[in-house]
């Protein structure tokens, strides 16, 4: 029994020593004293490709619509009313007629300067030209010249012969029309009823205020350089020098939409928002910002090779930079960044 248990003894001894010794010629498998490349810690970054990208610094504006006040419609006709092509709520195109007086049909017709005076052979100014631009928009072969010849007189005759007046001279008298406002409009209210006598200078009904300019609420701050485009409810324009968009088909587009239908009925001034952004996107590096060096508010430096170029920093994107280079030449293929630039200034 004494002779059992020390036997057994020696064998775990030994047992222990040899799997000491296997576990020491592993420790020397597992860990050579050379690591192989793959597994060595990676140099740092210090050149990055430079990527080109389109910028067109869009940003979202609140904006000001320039209303004015509801308009009147006018004319000097005077007599019974003897048809009515139009009423409250209901829309009055220029070119068309809203009513006869007295069986003569009334000529309504949007100018941009508002006729003031009988106009016939020989009259000459600017609400002469107006009416001849209006003439062409309607699709009558006129020349904008501001002269009433020959060509302005006969295409006044076709129009109102298109409106139902019968033999209808040249000319053009204030007792003919009614001037509108726009080329469109619907009337809020209308006081000429069928059979009700109405007098030169009194009033057949109003139309709401016309929109005459959008305007940015403020600029917004570091712009970057180039003309500039404004999307407000899906039409666009330019602006002007005082940021301020005037362009009347533009201004009509958006009076036609049920936005601004929903801004104007509402109790408070709104102002609402619009797109400002580039009319000709600019071509930009796109680069990290460790790439820059030398940073002084939008002006930086950047290097290719051993080259120091001065660039701007004109927006960024999704955490990178993005520059133009101030020299305006050709946009290298590579950058250093971090370590990699050697350059202290460009400038």
Same mark, same amino acid.
């Given at each position: 029994?004494?002779?059992?248990?020390?036997?057994?003894?020696?064998?775990?001894?030994?047992?222990?020593?040899?799997?000491?010794?296997?576990?020491?010629?592993?420790?020397?498998?597992?860990?050579?004293?050379?690591?192989?490349?793959?597994?060595?810690?990676?140099?740092?970054?210090?050149?990055?490709?430079?990527?080109?990208?389109?910028?067109?610094?869009?940003?979202?504006?609140?904006?000001?619509?320039?209303?004015?006040?509801?308009?009147?419609?006018?004319?000097?006709?005077?007599?019974?009313? %003897? &048809? @009515?092509?139009? $009423? +409250?709520?209901?829309?009055?195109?220029? =070119?068309? !007629?809203?009513?006869?007086?007295?069986?003569?049909?009334?000529?309504?017709?949007?100018?941009?300067?508002?006729?003031?005076?009988?106009?016939?052979?020989?009259?000459?100014?600017?609400?002469?030209?107006?009416?001849?631009?209006?003439?062409?928009?309607?699709?009558?072969?006129?020349?904008?010249?501001?002269?009433?010849?020959?060509?302005?007189?006969?295409?006044?005759?076709?129009?109102?012969?298109?409106?139902?007046?019968?033999?209808?001279?040249?000319?053009?008298?204030?007792?003919?029309?009614?001037?509108?406002?726009?080329?469109?409009?619907?009337?809020?209210?209308?006081?000429?009823?069928?059979?009700?006598?109405?007098?030169?200078?009194?009033?057949?009904?109003?139309?709401?205020?016309?929109?005459?300019?959008?305007?940015?609420?403020?600029?917004? %701050? &570091? @712009?970057?350089? $180039? +003309?500039?485009?404004?999307?407000?409810? =899906?039409? !666009?324009?330019?602006?002007?020098?005082?940021?301020?968009?005037?362009?009347?088909?533009?201004?009509?587009?958006?009076?036609?939409?049920?936005?601004?239908?929903?801004?104007?009925?509402?109790?408070?001034?709104?102002?609402?928002?619009?797109?400002?952004?580039?009319?000709?996107?600019?071509?930009?590096?796109?680069?990290?910002?460790?790439?820059?060096?030398?940073?002084?508010?939008?002006?930086?430096?950047?290097?290719?090779?051993?080259?120091?170029?001065?660039?701007?920093?004109?927006?960024?994107?999704?955490?990178?930079?993005?520059?133009?280079?101030?020299?305006?030449?050709?946009?290298?293929?590579?950058?250093?960044?971090?370590?990699?630039?050697?350059?202290?200034?460009?400038?």
């Amino acid at each position: 029994m004494t002779r059992r248990a020390r036997f057994s003894g020696t064998i775990f001894t030994l047992g222990f020593a040899i799997a000491a010794a296997a576990g020491a010629g592993g420790a020397a498998i597992l860990i050579p004293d050379d690591a192989p490349a793959s597994l060595q810690a990676a140099a740092a970054l210090t050149e990055v490709d430079s990527q080109q990208e389109d910028f067109t610094d869009a940003r979202t504006v609140e904006v000001q619509l320039a209303v004015t006040d509801p308009t009147p419609l006018t004319s000097n006709a005077s007599g019974v009313v %003897s &048809a @009515l092509g139009t $009423g +409250a709520g209901l829309e009055v195109a220029s =070119g068309t !007629s809203p009513l006869a007086v007295s069986g003569v049909p009334i000529l309504a017709l949007h100018t941009s300067v508002p006729l003031y005076r009988d106009l016939e052979s020989g009259a000459k100014g600017d609400d002469v030209r107006a009416l001849q631009e209006e003439l062409v928009r309607l699709g009558y072969d006129v020349a904008a010249d501001g002269y009433y010849g020959w060509g302005t007189s006969e295409a006044v005759r076709l129009l109102k012969k298109a409106i139902g007046q019968t033999d209808p001279d040249r000319s053009l008298a204030l007792t003919d029309l009614v001037w509108l406002p726009s080329t469109t409009l619907t009337t809020t209210d209308w006081s000429a009823t069928l059979g009700s006598t109405v007098t030169a200078g009194g009033s057949y009904g109003n139309v709401p205020g016309q929109l005459t300019a959008v305007s940015l609420g403020s600029t917004p %701050s &570091a @712009l970057a350089p $180039g +003309a500039r485009t404004l999307t407000l409810w =899906g039409q !666009s324009t330019s602006l002007d020098e005082q940021n301020r968009a005037t362009d009347p088909d533009f201004l009509s587009a958006v009076a036609a939409t049920d936005d601004y239908a929903a801004v104007i009925a509402a109790p408070d001034e709104q102002s609402p928002t619009a797109t400002l952004e580039l009319t000709d996107a600019l071509p930009t590096i796109k680069l990290p910002p460790t790439a820059l060096f030398a940073v002084d508010g939008q002006a930086a430096c950047v290097q290719s090779g051993e080259t120091a170029l001065p660039v701007t920093v004109v927006g960024s994107a999704l955490g990178s930079s993005l520059v133009t280079l101030d020299d305006g030449g050709e946009i290298p293929e590579t950058v250093r960044i971090g370590t990699g630039i050697s350059e202290e200034s460009c400038r």
